[in-house]
Nanobody, 124 residues
Framework: QVQLVESGGGLVQAGGSLRLSCAAS????????MGWFRQAPGKEREFVAA????????YYADSVKGRFTISRHNAKNTVYLQMNSLKPEDTAVYYC?????????????????WGQGTQVTVSS
């Protein structure tokens, strides 16, 4: 059974940083893209970032470009999201997403697997 377990969320002041992790297990993830989405209260889930299997291709939402960095460690089946210069509008539940193939499928929201989410709260 595939499991995606996110960690690293929490409460941080505006301007601060957090690093999210998502560990995948339950199968081999060769040639799987990985990514992150978020959902704020009363809003739809939105794309944040995605990364290819090799790590050579990355995609970001305009709202996080220059502040967030996605990376992965394939030997650990783990994807990370380094979040810097956090703003109150970054407050949301952050979800990990994994999909066979390229990162554009993740970006489009067509993930094969989703995590349970981790709460990120940014205070002003």
């Amino acid at each position: 059974q595939v499991q995606l377990v996110e960690s690293g969320g929490g409460l941080v002041q505006a301007g601060g940083s957090l690093r999210l992790s998502c560990a995948a297990s339950g199968r081999t993830f060769n040639n799987y893209a990985m990514g992150w989405f978020r959902q704020a209260p009363g809003k739809e889930r939105e794309f944040v970032a995605a990364i290819s299997w090799s790590g050579g291709s990355t995609y970001y939402a305009d709202s996080v470009k220059g502040r967030f960095t996605i990376s992965r460690h394939n030997a650990k089946n783990t994807v990370y999201l380094q979040m810097n210069s956090l703003k109150p509008e970054d407050t949301a539940v952050y979800y990990c997403a994994v999909k066979a193939g390229g990162p554009l499928g993740v970006k489009a929201g067509r993930a094969d697997y989703w995590g349970q989410g981790t709460q990120v709260t940014v205070s002003s």
